[in-house]
């Protein structure tokens, strides 16, 4: 049982980063088909996944510079 409530806050941010993830990826994933991808939604997968992760290390690298 989690009692702490940093736990809790920390499962609900990687949550919503993962469903973040899946709607930004799926949506341009259409976008891609639209444009008559050969494979849309894995494009979509990796682009989306690349861009989340350079966002999340700035953020973490950006912390680490506060005064």
Known sequence: VLHNCSCYATLYAI????FLFSKLAYL???F?????GNLPFVDSFTTVGSILAMVLQVLMYAEQWTL
């Open 28 to 30: 341009y994933g259409l």
């Open 15 to 18: 949550l919503y980063i993962m």
């Open 32 to 36: 891609l088909k639209y444009l008559g």
